[in-house]
């Protein structure tokens, strides 16, 4: 069973950078066709679609936050990372890891954790 757990700071001054970890059990981010992204739900909206870094290690993020985001990851540990810089109030979200498999289905997602940027 593949589980993904998001760690990072709950609180965001603006213009910062934030900075986001997922830790994977169970299975390997290399793993082939593994795709693992990162998604965001701002308050009152739908989910929105940040990117993902392929098992081989290439990245890709949405053009929306492509000039601000950027993930990566470290396979000794089997995490993934985003960053996201210059950060607004309205980069306030919870923030999900999940896994996309290679019909890009979302298979399995982290629990989620709230990211608040104030001052």
């Known amino acids: 069973q593949v589980q993904l757990q998001e760690s990072g700071p709950g609180l965001v001054k603006p213009s910062q950078t934030l900075s986001l970890t997922c830790t994977v059990s169970g299975g390997s981010i290399t793993a082939r066709g593994t795709y693992w992204s990162w998604i965001r739900q701002p308050p009152r909206k739908g989910l929105e679609f940040i990117g993902f870094?392929?098992?081989?290690?290439?990245?890709y993020v949405s053009p929306s936050l492509k000039s601000r985001a950027s993930i990566s990851r470290d396979t000794s540990k089997n995490q993934f990372t985003l960053q996201l810089s210059s950060v607004t109030p309205e980069d306030t979200a919870v923030y999900f890891c999940a896994r996309m498999d290679g019909t890009y289905y979302f298979d399995y997602w982290g629990q989620g954790t709230q990211v608040t940027v104030s001052s």
């Open positions: 870094i392929r098992y081989g290690g290439s990245a």
